[in-house]
Structure formats: structure tokens, C-alpha cells
């Protein structure tokens, strides 16, 4: 499969709080993406006589200091991505598919000796790892439901045709998978950069059931401190020892508990004893945004502020489409 190439963007940036910058995105071909190194951008002489050249160069760094904090959001598909997708994430060079069948991880890097500030013709520059995440045995069908809608909307103008165009599409902190197994609800949301995937299970319910597989990764490893390590292509991906707990009585209760390895790619979690008369919560942190690789290329070319306060940012990026399955021919950007 061959993806969309190299496209320019410009984006205005609203006066807000951190979180709440509204946004809107004129993109053509391309989707929704964060500045990935928006620290590297020069700085515009200001116009504003009030302010001065210091006084623009004091606004951008609020702004760029906003965008470093904002948190991961959940982004609704409503038709600007594949049918499959139901919410995704995307951070500078990661993106995060969440389908029915679960998590899809797509990494991208620019190959060794290629500038970072030159993708390569046609993408060659680019490489991309995809692997999913499964939980074994899950029920079919499980219900998937967003929570806490986050400040501002998201514009997608993909292609020419304006009855493909999506504009005030919506951003969560959280997204649920209800009974993904009998009595287990899998909540996911941001900790700062990195993601939290939090098993509740129910009173009464076995937290056995559980069994995580990784499909296009090289193997699982469980290190000497508890965390996991997934090995792939890029390198390690980390997630740490899982924390579990109960609330009782208004006190949180720890649970002594690790992960277990079933298979080479394949883990569950071996809890002792707990109170099953209350909901046990398994809470590991996948600190998939440090995986070792080189920077992906989500370029600012300028930012400049104007005398209202509004940012304006204008670049380049790749466009991240739906993966294709580990092990195809081609799945990398093929220009175009």
C-alpha cells in the first residue's frame, strides 16, 4: 500500500489556556499532527511597536511552551481516517490506531545518514515500524467509548472534494473498552507524553482473563525492576512495572503483582491475594514515545504571533494513513 507524500500545512493557534488552544488545520492530504521539535523554530522580527521584537519573542515561547504540554488526546474518526479506526493519538512521529480488534502502534524514523531536515524523494528517507497489540481471548464486540472532551476542535480538509472534509471533530482524555473481558473494563489515557492502560476489574471478576499479545515485535522481555520490554526494529519500548491496587473504604490498598511472560510475544499479570469483594485496578505506564530511533519529520519553518495573541505555524509533515499488516510488501510512505 502507498501513502499520501510530503505535504505543507499552516496552522493558527488561538489565544487560550495551555490546554484549551483552539486549532485549525489547513491540510491538504495530510492528517492531524503535533510540532514535534517546535523549539527549533526561528523567530519573526515582531511588527507590534508596543511590544517589540521582545515582546514576540516572549509570546512564542508561551506558545511553544504550550504545545510541549499538551496532553495526549484521543482524536474521534469520523470519517477523516479508515473505517477500523475508531479514536487515535498522534504525537510528532507515533501514531496510536485503537481499533475494535485493539491498539495499533505505527513508528516512523528517518533512516540512518539522511538529514533530519530532508525526509529523502518520495518518502525513501522514512522508515516505519507497525506492530499491534491484542488481548487474547477478549470478547467480541466490546463496547468503545470516549470521556472528558478536551478544549477546542479539529479541522481535517483532506483532497479537493469538500464533501470528504470534517471540521469540529472532537478530542478525548480517555477512551474505555467496556467488557472487554467478563467483568474487566480497559481504560486508556495520557500521562503526560505517555499512556496508561488501566484493567478494572469488576468485584467478582478474574483478573486471569487477561492476556496481552504483541504481533510484528521481535520478543517480550521482563527486566530485573518489573518493568516489560518490548524488542523491536527501533529498539526497546518500556512498560513499567504495572502498579496494583484497590480502593477501600476511601484508602488505596497496594496489591503485590508482576507481569508473567505465556509466550515469547504474549503476558499476562500474576496477582496475589486481594479483597475480591472490591474492583482491582491493573495500571502499567507504556512510555512508547522514547523509543530509541531518530527524529521523525514534522518541520516548522516559522511561527509568529500577532498583536491579538494568535499563533500562527507554518511547515511540512507526512501524512500517516492506516497501516497496512506487519510482513507487507511495501508500508512505507510511497509518495505519490
Known amino acids: 500500500m502507498r501513502h499520501g507524500a510530503e505535504r505543507r ?29 517546535p523549539s527549533g523554530v526561528e523567530p519573526a522580527v515582531s511588527k507590534d ?19 510541549g504540554r499538551l496532553p495526549l488526546a484521543f482524536i474521534e474518526n469520523r470519517g477523516q481516517m479508515d473505517g477500523r479506526v475508531r479514536y487515535y493519538v498522534r504525537t510528532g512521529r507515533q501514531t496510536l490506531w485503537f481499533t475494535e480488534e485493539g491498539a495499533v502502534f505505527d513508528l516512523q ?3 540512518p545518514g539522511v538529514s533530519s531536515q530532508e525526509p529523502g524523494e518520495k518518502g525513501r528517507g ?22 472528558g472532551v478536551l478544549p477546542g476542535t479539529h479541522h481535517f ?9 470534517r471540521t469540529g471533530v472532537s478530542a478525548y482524555s480517555e477512551v474505555y473498552y467496556r467488557e472487554v473481558y467478563s467483568g474487566i473494563d480497559l481504560k486508556l489515557y495520557g500521562n503526560g507524553r505517555a499512556l496508561e492502560e488501566e484493567f478494572i476489574v469488576k468485584p467478582g471478576a478474574d483478573p486471569g482473563q487477561i492476556r496481552v499479545a504483541y504481533k510484528g ?39 503485590a503483582g508482576r507481569f508473567k511472560l505465556l509466550e ?50 507554518t511547515g511540512q509533515t507526512s501524512s ?14 510511497g509518495g505519490g
Open 9 to 37: 500545512f499552516a496552522m493558527r493557534l488561538t489565544r487560550g489556556n495551555r490546554w484549551g488552544i483552539r486549532m485549525g488545520f489547513l491540510m491538504l492530504g495530510c492528517n492531524l499532527f503535533w510540532l514535534s521539535d
Open 49 to 67: 511597536p508596543a511590544g517589540g521584537r521582545a515582546g514576540e519573542v516572549s509570546a512564542k515561547a508561551r506558545v511553544v511552551e504550550a504545545l
Open 109 to 111: 524514523r528517518k533512516k
Open 126 to 147: 522514512v522508515e516505519r515500524l507497525v506492530f499491534r497489540q491484542q488481548l487474547v481471548g477478549a470478547r467480541k464486540g466490546a463496547r468503545i467509548e470516549a470521556k
Open 157 to 165: 480538509f483532506l483532497g479537493n472534494d469538500p464533501a470528504k472534509w
Open 217 to 255: 515485535i521481535e520478543k517480550l522481555r521482563v527486566a530485573e525492576d518489573g518493568s516489560l520490554r518490548i524488542l523491536t526494529a527501533f529498539g526497546e519500548i518500556r512498560e513499567s512495572r504495572p502498579r496494583i491496587y484497590q480502593e477501600i473504604e476511601g484508602k488505596r490498598v497496594e496489591v
Open 264 to 313: 515469547e510475544t504474549t503476558y499476562a499479570f500474576e496477582v496475589s491475594t486481594y479483597n475480591s469483594r472490591y474492583a482491582l485496578l491493573i495500571d502499567p505506564t507504556l512510555t512508547y514515545s522514547t523509543y530509541l530511533g531518530g527524529t521523525y519529520w514534522d518541520v516548522g519553518d516559522g511561527i509568529a504571533v500577532d498583536s491579538a495573541g494568535n499563533a500562527y505555524v
Open 320 to 333: 500517516a494513513n492506516f497501516p497496512t499488516t506487519p510482513g507487507v510488501y511495501d508500508a512505507s510512505l
